[in-house]
């Protein structure tokens, strides 16, 4: 079946750093992959769809130079929270469509405390 | 945009009976409802999913009915098991990308 990795699965940082996190489709490419967030007890919220090869489409509201995305190849796209602050702490998952299909699969998440 | 609105927000039943949950979507371009099962700190897994081209789809205890017309599309589950227990979301893909609805925690007495 199709696999998401996605790294770190924990991460504690300072308040003011930067915090890096990976998604890779394992065997199959991906031309778009997105980026949720999650706060405790609430749904899966959008922040970023991120297209292999050009700019990331954000959703209303995100704000793309604090969540700077790269989707340098058909298997890998990165999130970057920058200048972290503890309001940002949350459980991020992200997700990646197989070329050409409509199903999701999703990594395992990254639960980022800013301290 | 597109807006899923999901009920209940939580559901309690008696091992062995059956759970219901209702989702209404508001873009009638979406063709694709998938539902996902989510424990607590782990991915959403899918659990089944249908097409806009059927009313129905089932899967062993699980199945998913769709009413285009009224734009809404159901989750059952039959014979619950406390296994069951988990939040259950569902979703409705506008242009690919998907929005979720609020979801459902489940809770399945023994």
């Known amino acids: 079946g199709a696999v998401v990795s996605q790294h770190p699965s924990w991460v504690i940082c300072k308040s003011g750093t930067s915090v890096k996190i990976e998604c890779r489709s394992l065997?199959?490419?991906?031309?778009?992959m997105f980026w949720y967030r999650q706060f405790p007890k609430q749904s899966l919220m959008l922040m970023a769809t991120?297209?292999?090869?050009?700019?990331?489409?954000?959703e209303q509201g995100v704000e793309k130079d604090k969540f700077l995305i790269n989707h340098a190849s058909l298997t890998l796209s990165t999130l970057t929270v920058t200048s972290a602050h503890p309001e940002d702490s949350s459980f991020y998952i992200c997700s990646a469509n197989p070329t050409g299909r409509n199903i999701q699969y999703f990594g395992a998440g990254t639960r980022l405390s800013v301290l | 945009g597109e807006n899923v609105e999901q009920h209940p927000s939580t559901l309690s039943v008696q091992e062995g009976d059956s759970a219901v949950i209702k989702c209404t979507y508001s873009d009638s371009a979406s063709n694709y409802f998938p539902w996902y099962k989510q424990e607590l700190g782990k991915r959403p897994q899918l659990i089944i999913d249908?097409?806009?081209?059927?009313g129905e789809k089932k899967d062993q205890r699980i199945a998913v009915t769709l009413n285009k017309t009224a734009k809404h599309f159901s989750l059952h589950i039959t014979e619950t098991q406390p296994e069951d227990s988990a939040v259950y979301f569902c979703a409705a893909p506008p242009s690919g990308k998907l929005i979720f609805g609020q979801g459902t925690t489940l809770q399945v007495k023994p």
């Open positions: 065997d199959f490419q991906a031309t778009t």
């Open positions: 249908i097409r806009s081209n059927v």
């Open positions: 991120s297209n292999e090869g050009s700019k990331a489409t954000y």
